[in-house]
């Protein structure tokens, strides 16, 4: 098993820059490629972006592709998701997710193993 546990969410005007962790603690060898999504009030879960266990390759959702940067360090078992010029339809919960034993990089959270309890991000006009 792996726990994920997310944070660096907040309230912040359009414009501003966030970044967001994701702390990885268990099985981490086992992890692969990670991912981060985001899920607004009253409408689907979305993928966000992705990243293989090398951090080599990368792959973004159309909508915050230029705007959001992933990248992970692996000897700190911590993704991360750098946010900046933020909109206010970025306003969402943000939840990272493991694929285990797996590093092809997908937009489909039913191809994730794990997933961490989310952190808020509020964006104001």
């Known amino acids: 098993q792996v726990q994920l546990v997310d944070s660096g969410g907040g309230l912040v005007q359009a414009g501003a820059s966030l970044r967001l962790s994701c702390e990885a603690s268990?099985?981490?060898?086992?992890?692969?490629?990670m991912g981060w999504f985001r899920q607004a009030p009253t409408k689907d879960r979305e993928f966000v972006a992705a990243?293989?266990?090398?951090?080599?390759?990368?792959y973004y959702a159309d909508s915050v592709k230029g705007r959001f940067t992933i990248s992970r360090d692996n000897a700190k078992n911590t993704v991360y998701l750098q946010m900046n010029s933020l909109k206010p339809e970025d306003t969402a919960v943000y939840y990272c997710?493991?694929?285990?034993?797996?590093?092809?990089?997908?937009?489909?959270?039913?191809?994730?193993?794990?997933w961490g309890q989310g952190t808020q991000v509020t964006v104001s006009s």
């Open positions: 990243i293989t266990k090398s951090g080599g390759s990368t």
């Open positions: 268990g099985r981490t060898r086992s992890m692969y490629a």
């Open positions: 997710a493991a694929r285990l034993y797996s590093d092809a990089l997908s937009q489909w959270g039913a191809e994730y193993n794990g």
